[in-house]
């Protein structure tokens, strides 16, 4: 209690006497604070951003295409297209607002809005809870969510396996004219 020191409070400086013999009040040094600004994004958060997806591109939902579509990466298609579409080592998703009219081939497929036309993906097919596609599927594996339309038949087709290297065989051990080669089997 009577060896505290307030916390606000800081210790004043001693000052030398002035040449008359009395001690000059000395002004306290003003401390500047000084804040730093922490930048702010002036994007809103829920937005889904390209960069946000691994760099993919995007076919915007004002954007209408007629024609051929081939893709080496990623592709995000949220307007109006109609023609084919290949992706066919990388992933196609049809965004909400997108509407297909046309054939796709892809390694994957994502449907959340309309495609109408045959679709082949060669890893699988996702039809989202409100999707809706018209057409034929040929894929490995296939997810239809609940509260999806489709239409058409399924074909499921079983991904190749990887071939395996060839074994390297040994080469055959000359056998000299005095030697007898003598092979054991082991039966049980």
Do not use: C
């Not at 307030?6 to 604070?33: F, I, K, L, M």
């Amino acid at each position: 209690m009577w060896n505290k020191r307030r916390e606000d409070e800081a210790p004043r400086p001693v000052t030398p006497p002035s040449p008359g013999g009395a001690t000059a009040p000395v002004a306290p040094n003003p401390v500047e604070v000084k804040k730093e600004a922490t930048p702010v994004s002036s994007m809103p958060v829920g937005r889904i951003d390209p960069e946000s997806r691994g760099g993919s591109a995007t076919i915007g939902k004002a954007v209408k295409i007629v024609g051929q579509i081939y893709s080496k990466e990623d592709l995000f298609v949220d307007g109006d297209l109609e023609g084919t579409v290949e992706a066919l080592e990388h992933k196609l998703t049809i965004g909400p607002n997108g509407t297909v009219h046309a054939g796709v081939r892809a390694r994957e497929v994502v449907a959340l809005g309309t495609i109408q036309g045959n679709v082949e993906a060669t890893d699988k097919i996702e039809i989202r809870k409100d999707a809706k596609l018209v057409g034929d599927i040929k894929t490995a594996r296939i997810i239809i969510e609940d509260g999806a339309y489709f239409k058409g038949s399924i074909d499921i087709v079983k991904p190749e396996p990887a071939k395996p290297a060839p074994r390297p065989t040994a080469a055959p051990q000359a056998v000299a004219a005095n030697q007898t080669v003598v092979t054991a089997e082991a039966k049980r």
